[in-house]
């Protein structure tokens, strides 16, 4: 029960008890660098790089807390010192999949079915039918992604703007019961997500779920308000009711509030780490540099987690099962081919774990 209550947060509580960021010692990184140049060209396809390809030792034992306080702590973690001086954008990828190849299975994150993806302002419509925050420079709703785990690394940081921003799904849900039990009650009816264009074949283009669920004390928390509402746009959909639509604004509402609101700026060589259960995210948004080598860039990669926990049942329409431990979640697209699948299949073998 004990991480369930460091799961409810507050601002002042984060602030208060900062044992939730881990700096990586100088001898801890230049092992990551030197494990990321001893596997030859940064370039290489990612899907073909195995975990022994990359010797790490001394950093494990840094990363592994990290991931614990993600399952069993604040959900939130935050890993410094990544090596950045004199690392080229796709050694620090590569750095960033390494990490990943030694503590889950990567999981695809849109329609092209990519295992890792590069945050960065593509000048695309965050608020299209099929609008990704990711490649914009877009203000961000709170939200969660489809995977255990989101790992999160900065290579460069804009100039002005682009400041996380993270809240307690179930601090915020206790102040909805608390002030309003109707809407709280709202919440964990279902609501419909669009999949924004990304449905592999045999897919919907939206499923339904509860924003909220509660299951042995542990709030399980399902948000991305765009989502919610391109999924009002299709053909089919059912219409949210008047207390729906109130409810969420005020559960945004109350996450937006400043002791709940908890705001860090990523510094270049920092590694954002985030429970996609109970953590919401989001982003204010940025200018940019003018210069494309300093534009900012970071890099994002979605893990399925050998230990993770069971997923409430409303949850396996989108994660595909429950089942703890198994390689769950994210979203297959439109390429997801004999290559992905082999992937799948080896590293969830080295880690353990039941394929999907």
């Not at 090596?83 to 960033?96: D, H, N, Q, S």
Request: net charge neutral; aromatic share 10%.
């Amino acid at each position: 029960m004990a991480e369930t209550l460091r799961a409810r947060w507050t601002v002042a509580d984060v602030q208060a008890d900062t044992g939730w960021t881990y700096p990586l010692t100088a001898a801890e990184g230049a092992e990551l660098i030197a494990a990321v140049r001893g596997a030859g060209d940064p370039e290489r396809p990612i899907l073909s790089r195995r975990r022994e390809d990359f010797a790490l030792r001394d950093a494990i034992p840094t990363l592994a807390a990290a991931f614990r306080e993600v399952r069993d702590g604040r959900g939130m973690a935050l890993v410094k010192n990544l090596p950045r001086k004199g690392v080229t954008p796709a050694e620090f990828r590569l750095m960033t999949w390494a990490i990943g190849l030694h503590f889950g299975v990567a999981r695809p994150q849109n329609r092209t079915s990519d295992y890792i993806t590069e945050v960065r302002d593509a000048g695309h419509a965050y608020r299209s039918p099929t609008g990704r925050g990711y490649n914009s420079k877009a203000e961000l709703d709170f939200h969660v992604d489809g995977s255990d785990v989101v790992l999160l690394s900065c290579y460069n940081q804009a100039p002005v703007g682009g400041m996380s921003m993270c809240a307690s799904a179930a601090t915020a849900y206790d102040v909805v019961k608390a002030e309003r039990p109707d809407y709280a009650e709202a919440l964990t009816t279902d609501y419909t997500f669009s999949r924004n264009g990304e449905q592999s074949e045999g897919e919907e283009p939206w499923y339904a779920a509860p924003i909220c669920t509660t299951e042995n004390g542990r709030v399980f928390c399902k948000w991305n308000r765009n989502r919610i509402q391109n999924a009002q746009k299709l053909e089919g959909v059912p219409q949210l009711t008047a207390v729906q639509r109130e409810a969420m604004e005020y559960f945004d509402t109350v996450l937006r509030r400043p002791e709940n609101m908890f705001c860090m700026h990523l510094e270049a060589g920092d590694l954002q780490m985030l429970c996609n259960q109970t953590m919401l995210h989001s982003r204010t948004g940025f200018e940019d540099y003018p210069e494309e080598e300093k534009k900012r860039t970071l890099y994002r990669l979605w893990l399925a987690r050998p230990d993770s926990r069971r997923l409430p049942q409303s949850w396996e329409v989108f994660y595909g099962t429950t089942e703890p431990g198994t390689v769950r979640g994210g979203m297959k697209g439109h390429q997801y081919d004999d290559a992905r699948r082999d992937f799948d299949a080896r590293q969830a073998a080295t880690l353990g774990m039941k394929a999907a």
